[in-house]
């Protein structure tokens, strides 16, 4: 397994897959020298979590809602590369 991970689990019951493989999209494309591997995990129940070397970041049941991609961007890159500017993302910051 290539570190760090990012793995995002996703409801199939929901049909949550497309909304899963764009998030995954966009990781790997902001990330592509950080990420080492992106993983799509189904399941069912409504979930929506998305786990960073194994920490859930962003659990959609306990956040009420799926993540806005900008703040999911910003905490994948407060642990994998800190110093690392997201350039119009970062100016968005409310």
């Known amino acids: 397994m290539r570190q760090p991970r990012l ?3 996703y409801c199939t019951q929901c049909r949550w897959l497309l909304r899963a493989a764009w ?3 966009e990781m ?4 592509q020298a950080e990420l080492g591997e992106v993983a799509l995990v189904p399941g069912t129940g409504g979930v929506f979590d998305v786990r960073l070397d194994d920490e859930t970041i962003w659990s959609r049941k ?3 809602g799926h ?3 900008v703040e999911l961007k910003r905490m994948v890159r ?3 590369a800190p ?7 970062d100016r968005a910051r409310p």
């Open 7 to 9: 793995e995002i689990e």
């Open 23 to 25: 998030t995954a999209q």
């Open 28 to 31: 790997l494309t902001t990330f």
């Open 62 to 64: 306990d956040q009420g």
């Open 67 to 69: 993540p806005e991609l």
């Open 78 to 80: 407060d642990r994998i």
């Open 83 to 89: 110093g690392r500017s997201l350039g119009h993302s």
